[in-house]
Structure formats: C-alpha cells, structure tokens
C-alpha cells in the first residue's frame, strides 16, 4: 500500500527535520461514507493537520492517516525538500500502483517465482505498475502471472503445449526468446512497456534480453544475470540492455540477493520516471567509425561536419563499435553514416578478434541511409597479446600496437577479396553511396616507411573495387593517405551534400 511506499523512501533517505510529507487521498471511511484523508509530516517531527505538533514517530502518523481510508483508496503522497522541489512522488490505489509508467519483468517463473514477486513488490513500493510475463515451459508457475505462457507464445504462433511435451530446454529457450520478443514489441507500441526488467541464470538471460532487444534505444532495459561478468555481447547485441552482476544465484531471496533485487527494482524504477531529456534544439546525427590509425581523418571530418551544423556520433570500429552503430542506424536514429573505418570486415574474413558479424556494412544501404565510405583499417587484423595470436600466423606481418593488441597485415589476397566483400555490399544500397579510396594508405601505419607499407597489397584492394562495384557507387580516388587533412574534409563536404548541406 501507499503507507509502506511512503515509509520506505522515508527509512532510505533518513529525511532532515525540515523535509516534509504530504498525503492525500479519497475512499470511503469504515463506516461506509465518502471522505478525505489529508496530512502533513514534518520529518522526523510530525505535525497533524490544523498544526498540532505531535510526538508520534512519522510511521506513526502516516499510519493514522491511512488508517481513516478504507483499502482501495486513491492515495497521493509527495515527499518535499527545502527547495520545495518534489523529490518523491507515487501514487497509489489501495496496494497497487498508479502510474503512467509500466515496467515489464519477463522470467521463467516455473523457477523463478518468488524472486519475480519480490521484484514486482518492490517495483510496486516505487509507485510503479507492472506487467508480470511467464516465459517458462516446464513446471507450472509459482506466482501469478499478468500474461502467462500460453499468451507468450501465441505471440509467434507457437504451441506451449507441444513445448512442455517435448521438454527440450534449447528449443523451449529459442521459442520463448522469440515469443518474448514480439510480445514485449507490441507492449511497447500499445503503451504498456515504458522499460524491461529481468533476472535469472543464461536461460532467463537469453529470453529476456532478447525480448529487450526488440526495443528501441532509449527504452530502459535491465538484466541481473548470472552471466553478467563473462562475455556479454551475445546478450547485448547493438542494444542499450545494462547488465548487473547477480553475484548469487538467483535461487531465492537471501541476505545478498534480496539486496540485489532491491537495487535492480530501485533503478529501473528512477529510469523510468527520469526527468525527460531535454537537449534543445536537435541536429542530424551522423554515424562515422574510428580506429586508433584513423583518428586525425575521424576528428577533421567531425570537426568539419559539427561546424557545419550536424551532430557526430563516433563509433570505435571493436566490432561492438560497428554493430551498436548499425544498431542505431536501423533503429531510425541517424540522419547519415560516414564508415571511414571499416577494418571489422577483416577480422570477419580472416580469423581475428574484433569482428562485427557477416551483415556489417549492409544496414546503411538496406534502409536507403545516405552513405560515405572509406577503407581505413584494411590494412590489419586484430589480435589480442602477441602471445595470443595463432601459430597458423606466425611467419606473418605482425605488429605489437600495445601489451595488449598484436596487429597483423592483411596479404594481397586478403585485401582482394576485400574489395569484393565492400563491392557486393555497397551494390545493394538503396540510397545514395559514395567510396573514398585513399591511394597513398589506408592507415596511419600504411605510409612509406611504415610497419604496413604495402603498396602491392593497397593495390590489390583498390584494383578488386574498381572492376566489381556497381554503377550506383560513386567512387573518389584520390592521391591522399586517409589521414590527410584534405581527404577527410572531402568525405565530410560529400556527406553533407547528400544531407542538403550547412545546417547551421
């Protein structure tokens, strides 16, 4: 109820002498008459309504206050600072929150149920309603669901029946994943999901973020996992999901776990009633990528572009780098996309690290995105430690960056084959494409003297784009290193022609 919220943000913030809570609320009293309760709390000392100071604690007298309206009353009450400045407020309706914001928590609760209770419960303290969403198949769930499985999976036309028979926990996480999905899409667009919360090990990890992936960036998403400290990007995608450490199992609600819980609920709820973001008036944003060897062509061309009126999001081509930048671009978010870093693609064909998956370099084009291109990188392959690269690559180019990353050069035929991979990419495009080929090096580190000079290599690269790129791709070669100066304002000055020019 309202009274326990109340007394909640009272006991967390240990609220100073002049801070005050004001209630008030309307229901039927006990003997059956309508009326009002109001009051005001001066904390810790408490004055009743009309001024007359009272010894009684503050729970105490909020206690009387809701003790003279009936469950089911409709409850206001505002906890206020001394700049007279709400710093909390919730509503309630007897034991239920009412709010214009609405958390979904998504769990497999044939495992999961007194955990997902106690995170509605505490969601429920921060004035926050919720949509509770069974995901599991097994065992029958062991709290009550607002939308149960049977609704979960219908979502996609699946058989939760079929599912539960079949008892094969891959296919039941593959098909609850997907059914979450599209479940928590359509929540969102009928304006019942303002965020996603969830907990639980890798199998309440990969169905409920998949169904926070369906969401836009911006929407609030977050996951206590079990899985939380390994290697997330399976999880995580190109999305905005937070993940938190369970440090426990989530296998009931414990001394550690329980406080956890109670922070996750705690945040999710301060998200979701966040003042809104007000940044001004908004520029076009633009989407370019950087590595460390083209970092001088990534700041003139932003420089350039920002003077010009146009906000640069830059994106480190890690291979997260390009996938959270093709995650925003298909999102709808970016007005145009300057790839001068598009190194992921060699990680992709030959072995290394920092790959950004088989798609990179294709959403742009799918969605008709204006687009200007370049091939810095194409020079290196990315490895971890120098004692970490494979044997296989021994005897080839290698070059220690730092402890920490070993680069090593692409052949002749890599590059080539490179050329093609970019061709048949860009061939696709659905809007205006432009490429930048740099005749005198791709990289910092591909210029004469340099670990990566290559001439043969650079050309066999450029050679495999000039015989396979399609009529739609405009093509600019000119006799600059990527880092010149010239060659990235030129990039920049084409983007913004496709953008309709200055916006300042």
Known sequence: MWLRAAVAIYEREQVATETALIWSGHGQHRAGRDRRVDGVASLPQCRHPGGTAATASP??????????????????????????????????????????????????????????????????????RTVLVDVGTLEPPRTEPDIDRREVAAAIGADIDELARARDRGRAVTTMADAAAALVRRLHEEGRCDGVLAAGGSGNTAIAT?????????????????????????????????????????????????????????????????????????????????????????????????????????????????????????????????????????????????????????????????????????????????????AQFEERNLYVHNPSVTLMRTTAEECAELGRIIARKLSGAQGPVSLFVPLKGVSAIDVEGGPFYDPAADEALFEALRENAAPNIEMHELEHNINDAEFARAMAEKLMEYLGGDQA
Do not use: W
């Open 59 to 128: 729970v105490q007298t909020i206690a009387s206050a809701a003790n003279r309206v009936a469950k089911g009353a409709s409850v206001t009450f505002e906890i206020i600072t001394p700049s007279a400045r709400p710093r909390h407020r919730a509503r309630m309706v007897g034991s239920r929150p009412v709010s214009d914001r609405t958390v979904v928590l998504v769990g497999t609760l044939d495992t999961k149920g007194s955990e997902y209770a106690y995170l509605r419960d505490r969601l429920h303290l921060h004035g926050v």
């Open 210 to 390: 998949n169904a926070m992936r369906a969401l836009p960036v911006g929407i609030p998403k977050l996951m206590v996992s079990t899985v939380a400290a390994g290697d997330t990007r399976g999880y995580i995608g190109a999305s905005d999901i937070a993940m938190m450490a369970s440090v426990t199992d989530v296998a009931g609600i414990n001394t550690i776990s329980g406080r956890i819980l109670a922070n996750a609920a705690a945040a999710m709820a301060g998200m979701i009633d966040a003042p809104a973001v007000e940044l001004g008036e908004r520029r076009p944003l633009i989407a370019a990528t950087m590595f460390g060897v083209t970092t001088e062509c990534v700041t003139t061309a932003r420089e350039a572009l920002e003077g010009s009126g146009y906000e640069v999001l830059v994106f480190h081509a890690t291979g997260t780098g390009g996938t959270a930048m093709e995650g925003l671009i298909d999102s709808g978010f970016i007005a145009g996309v300057l790839d001068i870093t598009t190194t992921e693609l060699c990680d992709q064909l030959v072995g290394g690290v920092l790959p950004a998956g088989p798609d990179r370099l294709e959403v742009a084009g799918r969605r008709g995105s204006p687009q200007v291109v370049s091939l810095g990188a194409l020079d290196m392959v990315n490895f971890g430690p120098r004692d970490t690269v494979p």
